[in-house]
């Protein structure tokens, strides 16, 4: 409680796992049994996130010429698949490429994207290309140039996939003419 790192983390675990009400309970100064579920629910996604990691670890990625993703689908809990994706970073073999992850949701799929400082000096820019490729498949998305993500239907998945390849490798190689 006194660290705001920890604080935040702790937070932030309520609400992956639709307990933001618990969060408020906790930042309204209810420091028993909120408090307890709270410091339960981190526990939880801290494990969940080791499991995931462990996931990616023994299932590997799929490298493609200008993305490398994995596909977790009901394996990792959406709300967090983006994390993992930021943290697999550590675990991939190639950090020159952004690491997309998949995850099985009622409306489709949900697609994590993360990228590296990096990448996006070379050009990388996540939300554009989250955004303009889930659109051309029927999906929804957007965010940061480093960390974006979509929804798609489940049916376009690899269609969303190779299409996202190339519009990654289309922003690097303008980018790579330009200089």
Known sequence: MRDASEFSTLLNATARYDHAGIGLSVCMGNREKAYEFARELLAEHRQNLVNGLMYVKENGVIQLENIQYFD???????????????????????????????????EGVKVSGRATQDLLRRGVNLAEA????????GGM???????????IPKSTKEEF????????????????LSK
């Not at 990792?76 to 950090?95: F, H, L, P, Q, W």
């Not at 690491?99 to 949701?105: H, L, M, P, Q, R």
């Not at 998305?141 to 979509?150: E, L, P, Q, R, V």
């Open 141 to 151: 998305g957007g965010g940061h140039d480093i960390a974006a993500g979509a929804t």
């Open 72 to 106: 977790a689908g009901l394996e990792i809990k959406e709300t967090i698949v983006g994390i993992i994706a930021g943290m697999s970073s550590t675990i991939v073999d190639n950090r020159n490429l952004p690491i997309i992850a998949f995850a099985k949701v009622d």
């Open 130 to 137: 989250m955004y303009v490729v889930s659109v051309e498949v």
């Open 161 to 176: 996939t190779q299409k996202l390849n190339m519009f990654i490798g289309e922003q690097l190689r303008k980018k790579a």
